[in-house]
């Protein structure tokens, strides 16, 4: 493992990648739009459906389905940073929960989001500095402990080992 002494900037920068990479996916996307005709580009789910927060679903009167993203650098020591953790969090309301085919929508979008989030290996974070992640590994699949008992989810919990900059070339 690389130790790559970092700024905290590159967890808005890596959270805001991932969350375009989301809203991108076809997929991804006609399962969180929900038939919402207000929702006509991908870009329009980012911070509606797609947050770059642990969002509380106990204010929402909508049946909505979400995705939140939380980062946090584990260690830190003068700025070192030897890895981040990332946990993704799904979250679907239960009366939209059957999904295409007869499965649910957690069980639909889980293994898309896993595929996005999985295959950011070896993506650089800032060209001009040339740092990026060298892994992005799956350590855990846990259930979503939400604040709304109408909604049930999972958390995928990431952790991303960084590249230096020299390796990415």
Known sequence: MVILLLDLKDIAVIKQKLIISYAQDKNIFECLKNNNSTI???????????MPYFYNLNVE???????????????????????????VGIGVHKHIMPYKGGITRIDYLLPRIDKITSEYNNKYIDNDKKIGIDKVILRAVTPLSLYDSDYDGYMLTYTIDMLAKGECE
């Open 61 to 87: 009167k909508e049946q909505k389905s979400y995705i939140f993203l939380r980062m946090y650098a584990p260690r830190l020591n003068d700025r070192v940073v030897e890895q981040f953790t990332l946990d």
């Open 40 to 50: 006509i580009e991908p870009t329009d789910l980012i911070n509606k459906n797609i």
